[in-house]
């Protein structure tokens, strides 16, 4: 699952991202877009066992799965 779990994570650190410049840009439209963006993909992350602040192989613990 290592290739999907980098996806995930990249997903997640690209909706950071994009928090942040919304924010950072004073616009309340694309943070609220955003921030549903991140939530989505946080969910994502979590339903299949994936640490999105891990590195690469790393799995949740106590998740059962394999990277």
């Avoid at 950071?16 to 694309?30: G, K």
């Avoid at 877009?33 to 106590?62: K, Q, W, Y």
Wanted: aromatic content about 2%; cysteine-free.
């Amino acid at each position: 699952m290592g290739g999907f779990a980098e996806a995930v994570r990249e997903r997640v650190r690209i909706a950071r991202a994009a928090v942040d410049a919304a924010r950072a840009a004073s616009d309340a439209y694309a943070l609220a877009v955003a921030e549903d963006e991140l939530d989505d993909a946080l969910r994502t992350a979590r339903n299949v066992g994936i640490d999105p602040d891990a590195g690469p192989g790393a799995a949740r613990p106590g998740s059962g799965a394999p990277e």
